[in-house]
């Protein structure tokens, strides 16, 4: 399978705290994203690392990247309540026509 | 105004129907995209095109035939509808990495 697989599957932490949600895939990227899904909603991408990039960050996000280990994470830092969703790590191939989405890590921030 | 519009939003029909799904982009995208995501919240690729050319089609079974009048629009049909065939399906478009979602369609199959 080409999916990229998120660990944990669930975490639940109080509001404040720092999330760090990990992702693991199998191939060659060009490109690794993460995605955020509120309940009942469509996935909203949040950040976009490309394959010869090792960290990047974007407001409280911040995203590394490691091609040797074929593995991403995804650090929230200072949660609120309103990051409650489900975050998922996707992966480019054919060009970019073919996104795999991972199983995805449900958060739940405790207020 | 919505970037990417799926109707309906929810879909309730009985096994052996055949229904259909619309799509409709206004960010002027080359490729479209049909996702699946079960109950277990797991997102499958069925299909991507590309302006209105299949590019993708993820072993999906006949019954799930994807039209694509024009760039911006891209249709799901579905014949002989299964109990299988439940779940919440996405509409997505991208022109470069980034991806942009519909709201999705909650089909459910009785």
């Known amino acids: 399978s080409q999916q990229g697989e998120e660990d944990p599957q669930a975490l639940s932490i109080q509001e404040g705290e720092n999330a760090t949600m990990n992702c693991s895939y199998k191939t060659s990227i060009n490109n690794l994203q993460w995605y955020r899904q509120n309940s009942g909603r469509g996935l909203v991408h949040l950040i976009l690392i490309r394959s010869n990039e090792r960290e990047k960050h974007s407001g409280r996000l911040r995203v590394t990247l490691d091609t040797s280990k074929k593995s991403s994470s995804l650090l929230i830092t200072a949660s609120r309540a309103a990051d409650t969703a489900s975050y998922f790590c996707?992966?480019?191939?054919?060009?970019?026509?073919?996104?795999?989405f991972g199983a995805g890590t449900r958060l739940f921030v405790k207020a | 105004d919505t970037a990417v519009s799926q109707t309906p939003k929810y879909l309730v029909t009985q096994m052996g129907n055949d229904k259909s799904i619309k799509c409709e982009q206004n960010l002027g995208h080359d490729t479209m995209y049909w996702y699946k995501q079960d109950s277990k919240k797991f997102l499958k690729i069925m299909f991507s095109?590309?302006?209105?050319?299949?590019?993708i089609n993820e072993t999906v079974p006949n019954r799930f035939s994807p039209k694509s009048p024009d760039k911006a629009h891209l249709n799901l049909h579905i014949n002989s509808l299964e109990l299988g065939d439940s779940a919440v399906y996405f509409c997505a478009s991208s022109q470069e990495a980034e991806a942009f979602f519909g709201q999705g369609t909650r089909l459910t199959v009785v």
């Open positions: 996707a992966t480019d191939f054919r060009g970019g026509f073919k996104t795999i």
């Open positions: 095109y590309n302006n209105k050319e299949l590019i």
